[in-house]
């Protein structure tokens, strides 16, 4: 069942068997999958059912280094969700296991725990099955292109989204609907409370945009609000610990991660490429990707690297035309033409003809729209025209896209766990009078280091293949150029066996509170390169399986612990 906050009368909300704090990828997986388990459930959002002025208010944070996005903090049913393009990859052996050369732990999780996550994500969720990532999926395409090479220290690594990207808002709007659960709107948590001597939390204390607060008791919390959010919330509610709820060690907010991207070094094709759908990018089986590259795992054991990658992206005519992203958002965002477009072609292999057509979604897709905002797309299509008519004509003939002479690089970084890059709470209040986030993180010499070996490296390789030369110049880069935000905020409430250096345990239960779990990519202890949604998804369903064995109330409960 769907309430707004704002509309309920008493002070307090009915008690829950258990409390999900966000409506994110996260926070409704666990609902989703804990419906039918007997307990009574409710999940809180602090947006509505669309965004709102007042939820784009809630979205403020304080940025040092990185600057974060505002619109990688939603505040409305689906979070996130409704604004991402639907990358995701599978992390890679070597972000999972300890780097005893960069002093990084293991996480206390295995691959081979992980992969039946991974593959429930991907039947209830509409991720890529895992098998699509590799050779005999969406690695068959690379025999099709017009160059097949052979790489000796790099390697490809695929990423994949949904054709139409999953909103988790919208696409569970049946079961916030059918009463398994309770989904309040306009339901901010300003913090977690205990009473008495015991050391669980008993209630959250919410606030509507109305201004009256409210509370709900619950026999047990899952924060699931982003990586950002989870860190503030705990650093917010001092009554079992005064530092933070479970601070005791001065772990909360700390390790904070993300994937710092943007473009930098140009290939010069030897001889020009028209068709390369599997590093160009193209829709295949009902999903869109392509093949990055990324150092082989013994060159980055052997140098002390980290995983970045890079992805090639075909310079065309068209190329960074704002005509042609505002005619492809509009595309996207008309049904009719846009599946129209794809049942034509399906069973094909459909190469893309721009960046925007799958992957990065930038500020001006992003961007509330008012009917100025959408009179503007329209004027920069007519205004891009000749380069908008030529894209068009590539699109709908199949073979007919200009030769390929100059490829560019996007960049995309994976950060060392750096305790210093941190979420802490910052001197600026909110709407509601709470200290916003002050976000610090920013690339460490290990991170250049590791992102100029891969350039290196492919600069020699594209040379020995034939391939063409790659200009690069991130050696003595000042400033530092892949520096934009991608919106995944990983590693400020991270897992862990040791309540020294972690904030949670294998099951996502703080160490100090036997009732709070947390879900969402904030408890990644490391990042790799992949984009977290996948992993966060299926750590989100390992989750609601533990809380169905251990919660009371639940139909197996007594069947497992901790």
């Not at 999958?33 to 002025?53: H, I, K, P, Y």
């Not at 392509?290 to 980055?300: F, H, I, P």
Request: glycine share 10%.
């Amino acid at each position: 069942m769907i309430r707004d906050l704002d509309a309920w009368e008493g002070e307090t909300l009915p008690f829950y068997d258990l409390c999900i704090v966000g409506s994110g990828p996260a926070g409704t997986t666990v609902a989703r999958e804990l419906a039918g388990s007997g307990l009574r459930l409710c999940l809180l959002e602090s947006g509505q059912a669309r965004t709102t002025r007042h939820g784009d208010r809630l979205r403020a944070v304080e940025s040092v280094g990185i600057q974060v996005k505002e619109y990688s903090r939603e505040r409305v049913v689906g979070g996130a969700s409704t604004t991402w393009a639907g990358l995701s990859s599978p992390l890679d052996e070597i972000d999972l296991g300890s780097r005893d050369e960069l002093g990084r732990p293991a996480w206390p999780l295995s691959r081979e725990e992980l992969e039946p996550y991974w593959e429930a994500a991907a039947e209830r969720y509409r991720f890529a099955p895992t098998d699509l990532y590799g050779p005999e999926g969406f690695g068959s395409l690379k025999a099709m292109g017009e160059r097949d090479l052979a790489w000796e220290s790099v390697e490809e690594k695929v990423f994949l989204a949904a054709s139409e990207p999953q909103n988790f808002g919208v696409e569970s709007q049946e079961f916030f609907e059918g009463g398994e659960v309770d989904l309040w709107t306009d339901a901010t948590v300003l913090r977690l409370e205990a009473e008495g001597t015991d050391q669980t939390v008993q209630r959250a204390v919410l606030i509507s945009k109305g201004g009256a607060e409210r509370t709900v008791k619950a026999g047990a919390f899952v924060l699931a609000t982003g990586g950002i959010e989870n860190a503030r919330l705990l650093l917010c509610s001092t009554d079992l610990c005064p530092e933070g709820l479970g601070n005791e060690t001065d772990q909360v907010g700390r390790y904070l991660m993300n994937h710092p991207k943007n473009y930098s070094g140009i290939i010069h094709l030897s001889e020009p490429i028209r068709e390369w759908p599997y590093y160009f990018g193209c829709l295949y089986q009902g999903y869109a990707g392509y093949a990055g590259l990324r150092l082989k795992d013994e060159v980055l054991v052997e140098q002390g690297l980290l995983n970045s990658y890079v992805r090639f992206e075909p310079l065309y005519p068209w190329s960074n035309s704002q005509g042609v992203e505002a005619l492809v958002f509009l595309v996207k965002r008309s049904q009719f033409f846009f599946k129209g477009w794809k049942a034509r072609r399906e069973g094909k292999v459909v190469s893309l003809r721009d960046y925007s057509e799958t992957g990065d979604d930038t500020d001006l897709q992003n961007e509330r729209k008012t009917l100025w905002g959408w009179i503007r797309l329209f004027g920069l299509i007519l205004f891009h025209l000749p380069s908008v008519l030529r894209y068009v004509a590539s699109r709908l003939r199949d073979g007919s896209a200009p030769p390929v002479t100059t490829i560019r690089l996007r960049n995309f970084m994976e950060m060392e766990p750096d305790p210093e890059h941190r979420v802490t709470l910052g001197k600026k209040k909110d709407v509601y009078g709470q200290p916003l986030p002050l976000v610090q993180h920013e690339t460490t010499k290990r991170d250049r280091r590791s992102l100029m070996a891969l350039h290196d490296v492919l600069r020699q390789e594209v040379e020995n293949t034939g391939l063409g030369r790659l200009e690069t110049d991130l050696e003595g880069a000042d400033p530092w150029p892949v520096n934009l935000d991608a919106s995944h905020h990983m590693g400020t409430t991270r897992m862990g066996v040791d309540p020294a250096s972690s904030v949670v345990d294998r099951n996502g239960r703080l160490h100090s509170v036997e009732n709070v779990y947390l879900a969402g990519a904030s408890v990644f202890p490391s990042s790799g390169c992949a984009n977290p949604t996948l992993t966060l998804v299926a750590l989100s369903i390992r989750l609601a399986q533990h809380l169905s064995k251990v919660l009371p109330g639940t139909s197996s409960a007594g069947e497992g612990g901790r």
